[in-house]
């Protein structure tokens, strides 16, 4: 496994973009805390419920249950932006990214590296080409004013730091907590405080056996099925296994852990190690980022099973599912009272691109 302590990240292994900076997690790890996220509000006329507490490890993939909407922008002088004109501008957040969307414009800031705190997230603001057409637009014109677009807000296209605060809910009504609005601030470090007001997606009721990050955290977890699906020209069902992941010099590996920052999963086909940020919705949602690994030589044979695993792996979208592995009856010989008990699963992983990988659930090994 991974020594992540020791390990010096100095390569992306990207199939979409490059390499943006390298950092050492060691020191990176030490700098983060594990403090919990209590701000002090905006003052507003509004009555200010209890404030909502997350673990700063999990604000990213808490925010990633919610659809956000740009409702209020101050600058570095603490005086209110007006964006009354605007067309309203959403956010979505991912493991390694942000998109910002307004109307038929996209950006997107990519986070390949980790900077030292209170800005850890470095990235520029770049747009995404895009076909999208304003329906409701009945000249067909979906170019946004530029005194009124993303980039007077973000500076685009030039390195900036920025951080997530999770602010206190506002109740304005008498509303439940849980079900009322919540607030993310996007804080730019010299520049604008944009803030987000945040409702639940509607996600659907998982199937199978309960997962948490404790649970994934807890094993180690080895690549046991992994089978590509298709239809053929009659419509009917066919199913190939993914001949990369079957070498038995080979075999394939999963772990994830907990940082003060995020949720990290790494893979493996025994040679280098990898660490990319995920996330895990309520709904069973596996959404996995960009992957950083060592860069040692596996020959010929490991580097293209290698690539295949990154390539499947990185900004990934999948859904999981969990169940208990059949019992089996085990001779009493094989039996030992030093041996550690615990459940033996099955893991399904459902990939958006149209592979299904079935992991299993091994002790990890002691440190």
């Given at each position: 496994m991974l020594d992540h302590s020791a390990l010096y990240v100095c390569s992306v292994v990207s199939f979409s973009?490059?390499?943006i900076g390298c950092q050492s997690t060691s020191v990176a790890k030490a700098q983060l805390t594990a403090a919990i996220i209590n701000t002090t509000p905006i003052q507003n006329n509004s009555k200010i419920t209890d404030e909502t507490t997350v673990k700063k490890s999990q604000v990213m993939q808490w925010s990633a249950h919610y659809d956000w909407q740009l409702t209020q922008v101050i600058n570095q002088n603490g005086d209110t932006i007006n964006i009354a004109d605007f067309v309203p501008i959403t956010l979505q957040v991912e493991p390694s990214s942000i998109s910002l969307y307004q109307s038929?414009?996209?950006y997107r800031m990519d986070f390949h590296s980790m900077s030292a705190p209170p800005y850890p997230y470095y990235s520029h603001l770049g747009k995404v080409p895009t076909t999208c057409n304003d329906d409701n637009n009945p000249n067909n014109n979906t170019?946004?004013?530029?005194?009124?677009?993303i980039q007077t807000l973000i500076a685009k296209n030039i390195p900036i730091r920025l951080n997530f605060e999770l602010l206190p809910i506002l109740k304005t009504m008498p509303i439940d907590t849980q079900s009322a609005p919540k607030r993310l601030a996007l804080n730019i470090e010299d520049g604008n405080r944009l803030?987000?007001?945040?409702l639940a997606k509607s996600l659907s009721a998982p199937t199978g056996l309960a997962i948490t990050n404790e649970l994934l955290e807890q094993y180690d977890w080895q690549l046991v099925s992994a089978v590509n699906n298709y239809r053929d020209d009659k419509g009917q069902l066919i199913r190939k296994p993914?001949?990369?992941f079957y070498h038995p010099d080979h075999p394939i590996s999963a772990s994830f852990e907990s940082w003060p920052d995020s949720h990290y999963a790494s893979f493996s086909s025994g040679c280098n190690g990898s660490r990319a940020p995920y996330f895990l919705l309520s709904d069973n949602s596996f959404k996995v980022g960009i992957i950083v690994s060592t860069v040692m030589g596996c020959g010929e044979t490991?580097?293209?099973?290698?690539?295949a695993l990154f390539k499947l792996m990185q900004d990934s979208s999948s859904n999981l599912t969990l169940n208990l592995q059949a019992k089996k009856l085990e001779s009493k010989k094989l039996e030992s009272k030093n041996q550690t008990e615990f459940p033996r699963y099955n893991l399904l992983q459902t990939m958006e691109s149209g592979e299904t990988l079935i992991w299993q659930n091994e002790e990890k090994p002691q440190r």
């Open positions: 973009i490059g390499l038929c414009d996209q170019a946004i004013k530029d005194v009124n677009n803030i987000f007001t945040g993914l001949g990369n490991g580097n293209r099973i290698e690539t």
